[in-house]
């Protein structure tokens, strides 16, 4: 018997919009035939599109009930605030959905499994609650094993936090598929998880692992492909999520990176007395920092310039070639071909050496 394709109503109450509902929007923009509706009562009657920008006639609901309309089989839960919290407040929404028949799929820190009144309500009704944040128990220490793999691993690595390492690796990855190359996508959140169907949550991962799941996520992907490319996280500048960033370099250890930037972010998300450093700058920095293990050269730039006009955008891109002499696009407003062709010519030169 075949297990329907998930279709998700996915919760994003109060939350809905370009910046505030990471999960929800990712899963729109690369998984739209799995999104039945989106459930915002404060934007009920209007659509992915007009909330957004992308995402077409996807409608926006005020409740379970009316999202019910549209045969949805799972509840998604569609943010990721920062401690990964479950609002309060969506407890009943939970409860609800459960009641009318939905699994509950979440990515938040908090495990809704483990909320005994969800728990026993799932038991009963026969219902998954799948918490993708939760991670393997056999998870090992790195060693560089990766060393040994012949993909060309790539890694995005940001300015930031949340500015578009996950978006430009899906974006760069269909582009790469589409040149014939076999690309593999290694999912290290709960975003890249819900729209790849598996990876780990690093971010949830105990400290000493981080690098260990890395290193298991590229010796999975690779068995199949010539490019692997791995969701970066966090930022080697942030002081709250550094350690997952060093995780990643330390554990994927990849042979070239791809820089996620934001132009119009000019310091650190929370934490404004740190100033994010020029592209040059950044681009120096990773350099000092892969040398010791591997050393992986920035190869090219996503800029995300969703908050610019298009003139803007187009002038930041121009003057981020200018400065570091490497190609940058916007992969979602434009085209992802510079990058996708610097990864290929990248793949090109370590597969002639």
Known sequence: MTTPAPRYLILADGAFGPRTSKTANGCILFTPEKVAAVLDASQAGTTAQQVLGYGGDIPVVASVAEGMAHAPTILLIGIAPSGGQLPPHWHAILREALEAGLSIWSGLHQFVGDIPELAALARAKGLELRDVRRPPADLPVSTGRVREVAATVVLTVGSDCNIGKMTAALRVRDALAARGLRVAFAGTGQTGIFIDGKGIAVDAVVADFIGGAAEQLVL??????????????????????????????????????????????????????????????????????????????????????????????????????????????????????????????????????
């Not at 997952?244 to 007395?273: D, E, F, K, M």
């Not at 920035?298 to 400065?323: Q, S, Y």
């Open 220 to 353: 999975d992907a690779a068995r199949d492909a010539d490019v692997v490319l791995v969701e970066g996280q966090g930022s080697i500048i942030h002081p709250g999520y550094s350690g997952v960033t060093y995780g990643l370099l330390h554990g994927a250890l990849p042979h070239a990176l791809v820089l996620c930037t934001q132009p119009s972010r000019t310091a650190i998300t929370h934490n404004p007395w740190v100033p994010i450093p020029s592209l040059s700058e950044l681009v120096a920095l990773h350099d000092a920092v892969t040398r010791p293990l591997r050393h992986a050269p920035t190869i090219a730039v996503a800029m995300n310039t969703h908050d610019l006009d298009v003139d803007a955008a187009r002038d930041a891109i121009e003057r981020g070639m200018a400065e570091t002499r490497l190609p940058v696009t916007d992969p979602v407003r434009f085209d992802p071909a510079p990058i996708a062709d610097a990864i290929a010519r990248f793949h090109e030169g370590r597969a002639r050496r």
